[in-house]
């Protein structure tokens, strides 16, 4: 290989005519001899390439595997434990509702929504998630009607707050008993296990 044709800049209007000067320059050259596996295709942004760059590798005939940059924090496990923590300092209304929006808290969509009503109705904060007492409180706002399975509304709303705050309750227990990093890990893995994740 001459050393001249190590490094070329070529500029395109669009992704689409660069992806394919791409992969039609890579399928010309493994026809002069060299191999698939001498190339590798490097972005800086590839999500303004996501379909387009495969696309174009697949009209070339080129196989080829892609691996895409993810931000950590966008796992759902890390976004679990995250906020988990994030509500063991205080409770508030946004780090609960933070919580049970994780699809792994094990609390469905529905419910999230309905629980995230309800909070924000009430203005409920800190020590009202904590409290152990029955939420009561009318669904439907400051109002001395109550619909017909309002008090089934409540029960249900109720049973969502319990299975939320519950195990993180036992988590703030164990969590701030913990006085090395081992017995940290130890209470954020009997968490992790108490909400069957």
Same mark, same amino acid.
């Given at each position: 290989?001459? !050393? =001249?044709?190590?490094?070329? $800049?070529?500029? #395109? @209007?669009?992704?689409?005519?660069?992806?394919?000067?791409?992969?039609? +320059?890579?399928?010309?050259?493994?026809?002069?001899?060299?191999?698939?596996?001498?190339?590798?295709?490097?972005?800086?942004?590839?999500?303004?390439?996501?379909?387009?760059?495969?696309?174009?590798?697949?009209?070339?005939?080129?196989?080829?595997?892609?691996?895409?940059?993810?931000?950590?924090?966008?796992?759902?496990?890390?976004?679990?434990?995250?906020?988990?923590?994030?509500?063991?300092?205080? !409770? =508030?209304?946004?780090?609960? $509702?933070?919580? #049970? @929006?994780?699809?792994?808290?094990?609390?469905?969509?529905?419910?999230? +929504?309905?629980?995230?009503?309800?909070?924000?109705?009430?203005?409920?904060?800190?020590?009202?998630?904590?409290?152990?007492?029955?939420?009561?409180?009318?669904?439907?706002?400051?109002?001395?009607?109550?619909?017909?399975?309002?008090?089934?509304?409540?029960?249900?709303?109720?049973?969502?707050?319990?299975?939320?705050?519950?195990?993180?309750?036992?988590?703030?227990?164990?969590?701030?008993?913990?006085?090395?990093?081992?017995?940290?890990?130890?209470?954020?893995?009997?968490?992790?296990?108490?909400?069957?994740?």
């Amino acid at each position: 290989m001459h !050393f =001249s044709n190590i490094l070329r $800049i070529f500029e #395109a @209007k669009t992704p689409y005519e660069e992806c394919a000067f791409v992969c039609e +320059d890579i399928r010309r050259r493994v026809m002069e001899g060299d191999s698939y596996s001498d190339f590798a295709i490097v972005s800086r942004q590839a999500e303004s390439y996501l379909g387009i760059l495969d696309c174009a590798l697949d009209t070339a005939g080129i196989p080829s595997f892609t691996s895409y940059r993810r931000d950590v924090q966008e796992l759902e496990a890390v976004k679990l434990i995250y906020t988990a923590y994030a509500v063991l300092r205080g !409770f =508030s209304r946004g780090d609960v $509702i933070s919580y #049970a @929006k994780c699809a792994l808290s094990g609390v469905s969509r529905e419910e999230c +929504d309905e629980l995230e009503m309800y909070v924000n109705k009430w203005q409920i904060n800190g020590r009202r998630f904590t409290d152990g007492e029955l939420w009561n409180m009318n669904p439907a706002g400051y109002t001395t009607h109550r619909d017909e399975g309002t008090d089934e509304k409540l029960l249900r709303i109720d049973g969502i707050r319990r299975r939320v705050i519950s195990p993180l309750l036992a988590f703030a227990t164990s969590s701030a008993a913990a006085g090395t990093v081992r017995e940290q890990a130890e209470a954020l893995l009997s968490f992790l296990l108490s909400i069957n994740m």
